[in-house]
């Protein structure tokens, strides 16, 4: 019983060429560009120290809280924002979520308003939170966040000796 013929088959050979690079190519795009497009967390925006201080004044610093009046978690967000910033990706409501996901959702949230603290009016106002501290971000080294802190000239900054110098 014969083979049937197989339809790559009938392509001509620099076309399949031509094929099997944009393919590749492809997916090597999709293979880098996924996790930074995934990528969710801090980076970016307000560091976790500001949406703790955040949190401190919208809800007492209590991230799980639900009082019934129809804003949930530590930045007191409404179950719409909730939804239209991408929460529900974490979980039902902000309450149910972890800290740093609330957080993750706010920073979506000061991008989509331009990093503006408006969603927050009053105590962003008591605080007295900048665009620029909307703007300011954490950094992270191999997964750890190190927070945006700056240490004062006398504190002494525990660290690796440096290597010797190659002359």
């Not at 997916?27 to 560091?47: E, F, Q």
Request: aromatic share 8%.
């Amino acid at each position: 019983m014969a083979d049937a013929p197989r339809p790559f088959s009938r392509v001509p050979r620099p076309a399949r060429r031509r094929l099997r690079r944009t393919l590749v190519a492809v997916a090597s795009v999709l293979v880098i560009a996924t996790p930074l497009l995934s990528a969710s967390g801090p980076a970016g925006a307000a560091t976790s120290r500001t949406w703790n201080r955040l949190a401190g004044c919208e809800s007492g610093g209590n991230w799980h809280i639900n009082t019934g009046n129809g804003y949930y978690g530590g930045l007191q967000f409404s179950q719409g924002t909730w939804v239209a910033m991408g929460g529900t990706k974490y979980a039902r409501r902000a309450d149910l979520a972890t800290p740093h996901q609330q957080m993750a959702i706010g920073n979506n949230l000061l991008r989509a308003s331009h990093w503006s603290w408006g969603a927050w009016p009053v105590c962003s106002r008591k605080l007295g939170l900048t665009r620029a501290e909307a703007k300011a971000m954490d950094h992270s080294v191999n997964g750890i966040f190190i927070h945006s802190y700056v240490y004062p000239p006398t504190h002494p900054v525990p660290h690796h000796n440096p290597l010797p110098r190659l002359n």
